[in-house]
């Protein structure tokens, strides 16, 4: 049928390390923080999360400490 895998190896912890730290970083710093109301209130604060600190402000490791905002501004210029 022409299915490939999307990954090549099976059982790699490293093929999902990107996604597992992500989510790692939102429940740390945000979902732990305090008692959610309702799945709504959780589901906008993860959204304000990602698009409002995460993208735009919060400082990155992998990205030489800059956010990935300044990173994608650096590399258009």
Known sequence: MGIRLSVGRTGQCWDNALA?????TIKRELLDTAAWPSRAAARTAIFDFIEGWYNLHRLHSSLGYRSPADYETALAA
């Not at 597992?20 to 790692?24: H, I, K, L, V």
Request: proline content about 0%; overall charge negative.
């Open 20 to 24: 597992e730290s992500f989510f790692a």
